[in-house]
């Protein structure tokens, strides 16, 4: 075990798997010569070479478009959207190629295609680089979605990733990429993509979240401890999603709290929302309650507090769960 930031775990886990697996590259926008906007790439071209670590133009759709190619020849290349919002353009390729290809030729050709992303606010960054977009991803049939919370989750969900024979988004909270630390396993590591975790205990009521969310209520619940017990389930990956561990955790507390960046609407803690109001209706003691972006384009830098999830709304969602 070594001590890493969750952006190191990120750089380590494609170090591995590149040398593990002649197949794999990297490809995107400064991810060779500059190592990544964030250093997510850094040392691969050095190690591993131009032809393994690709610069490419500024161009979303053509980088998708090319890994797309680059699967039909035996490839599993690993693109980078340099920010969150940048990938819209790629969103063409995703949904009219990249999640079809398995159905459209009957199963004959599988699709090892990874796309990882920086998203998320809260480290006052210009408009576009800072949105929420992992519901466009989970809505896109034969499209798998995952975010860490965790340096070792970080390595492992996107060595899953990359050894999965369908596409997946890995999405990483830039947030935390240099304040969420921690223990990462040397050498090969692999988290199951469909496993959530239990990162808190809890008997009152199940605060569920995912990426930077995580240790944000992971603090809402230590602010609770004098007035409730709080579970919190980092979900880890929302496609395949966990419903036997969010049922077992709500089942025990009777109670969910669902925190998101993202705008409310159609959000997906709406389908968190909905899984428990269809299979959980007997154990829940009070609505299931939503702490979410709002419904605005992500506020310049100068308000973006306000826009986020705090503790202080987390909080105040439990307390009004719990008076119910």
Known sequence: MSERFLVEAVN??????L???????VMGEDVGRLGGVFRATAGLRERFGADRCVDTPLAEAGILGTAVGLCMAGWRPVCEMQY?????????????HV??????????????????MPYGGGVRAPELHDDSPETYYVHTPGVKVAI????????GLLAAAIRDPDPVVIFEPKLIYRTARGEVPEGEHVVPLGEARVAREGSDVTLVAYGAMVPLAERAAEALEDEASCEVLDLRSLKPLDEDSLLASVGKTGRAVVVQEAPRVCGFAAEVAAVLAEKAIFDLRGPVLRVTG???????????????????????????????
Do not use: C
Request: aromatic share 12%; glycine share 2%.
């Open 148 to 155: 860490p919370s965790t340096p070792a989750d970080a390595k």
């Open 19 to 25: 040398e593990r697996d002649p197949t794999v590259l």
């Open 84 to 96: 969150d919002a940048f990938s819209y353009p790629a969103l063409d390729q995703l949904i009219n």
């Open 12 to 17: 380590d886990a494609l170090h591995v798997e």
């Open 294 to 324: 709002y419904d605005v384009p992500y506020p310049y830098w100068q308000i973006e507090d306000a826009y986020m999830p705090s503790v202080e709304r987390v909080r105040d969602a439990v307390r009004r769960l719990l008076s119910i």
């Open 99 to 116: 999640g079809r290809y398995r159905w459209r030729t009957r199963g004959k050709m599988s699709f090892p295609l990874v796309i990882r």
